[in-house]
């Protein structure tokens, strides 16, 4: 064996040799380190990937779960905040969100140290937390921001009262992640941990980011379901309001023309009555004609404004014209130039005539005054004015149509306010705003 190695050695370079350089020696161990290095980063990369999986299957889980349930959006976010502090063994967790318009922004429900806390809940008011300072530092947020905000409990950017209870709370950690969907930002979940190392820290962060995007869609889909609800309810009090109209209009209003006609007949025909089943006669055509006059206005207002149809100063001077028929009292009409309603006519229109009717039939005033204008530029300010007996606390409830005005006040989420006084007169002043300026339900009744 030696000599055939031998035999072989005139071929093997002689690095001793001058001008001939020494291979360099194989470091093993400096590449099985790096390539150990690598192994491992992949593994953790792995194993992140897997956990975010898991995170995101968790979260979806959790959301069928409580959908199965029939929970409505309240008992559904219940559940995922429980889960959220839970899971993540955090101190609380709240939840904010914006109104339709994105005008306001209200801490909606609260889950902290095992006690759910929303504002139909006991004890809501006394809770520690700093809601408005919160609120009041998520809307400075720039709308559809989709990264969740992280702080510290001392961190100088919260506003000072929440700085305030971080310390009290021993709050370590602010996790804030927002409910956006495309460019919208419905909310934001907030959840308050203790302290924390680096590795729970990315977990938390990890599943607040998976349970605000299930509870994005769920707050979504539930909006969108209310107001399917709400737009099946408008069809079928349209379609029931129709349905009166029509029996009004084939019972009553006939009724009324027939009888019109015959007393009408009657007249005609004997021209020689005594004068006093003459002004009898003439009492029960003004009668008749007046209540016919009152169902074709009942229809009018029954159903909704087609399109093309006068706007709301040429129906309220109609309005006015048709009653000026029917009393002596004088009644004054002044409007101004209004805005579109976008439908909302009609409701303004029944009330006013609800107060005219109230007026002339109730008041004994002397004088009506009915104005109409805009307010603030785009809404409108109806008022009906009499200079009368005044409404006294006897019927102050009942018999002047004051619930009627106020449900389609409330329908359209404008602010009815009744001013009156004995002998003084009554006011009724109606005062509607386009929906992003209206406070829904508003009510105002004076006396």
Known sequence: MMDALTNYAPLMPDFDAPGLAKPPACEPSVTTEALTLALERALDERRRAECMAHIQSDAVQLAL???????????????????????????????????????????????????????????????????????????????????????????????????????????????????????????????????????????????????ARQGTLALHHSRQAERSRVEARRQARLEERNRIARDIHDTLTQGFAAILMQLQAAQRSAPD?????????????????????????????????????????????????????TTEIPIDLQVGELPTMGGMEREVLGIAQEALTNAVRHSRAQRIVVRASTARGLGVRVSVADDGRGINDVHAGRGFGLTSMQERADRIGAALTVVTAPRAGTEVVLAWQPPSFSIPGARNAAQ
């Open 65 to 211: 779960d409580v959908l199965v349930t029939g929970e409505d959006i309240v008992g559904y976010f219940k559940g995922f905040i429980k889960s959220l502090v839970d899971n993540c063994e955090s101190h609380a967790c709240g939840v904010w969100l914006r109104d339709d318009e994105g005008e306001c922004c209200d801490m909606w429900m609260a889950y902290i140290d095992g006690r759910y806390y929303t504002p139909e809940t006991e004890g809501w008011a006394a809770i520690a937390m700093p809601r408005e300072a919160m609120a009041s530092h998520l809307r400075g947020f720039a709308p559809g921001l989709t990264e969740i905000v992280e702080y510290t409990g001392d961190d100088t950017r919260l506003p000072e009262a929440v700085r305030d209870y971080n310390t009290k709370a021993a709050v370590a950690s602010l996790l804030v992640a927002p409910l956006t969907l495309g460019p919208t930002t419905l909310g934001w979940m907030a959840l308050a941990t203790g302290c924390t190392d680096d590795c729970e820290a990315v977990w938390r962060r990890a599943v607040i980011d998976a349970t």
């Open 273 to 325: 009555l005594p004068p006093q089943v003459t002004r009898s006669l003439e009492t029960a055509v003004d009668l008749a004609r007046s209540h016919m006059i009152e169902a074709r206005r009942s229809v009018g207002t029954l159903r909704p404004r087609p399109a093309g149809e006068d706007d709301l100063a040429t129906s309220l001077a109609r309005m006015v014209a048709l009653v000026r028929r």
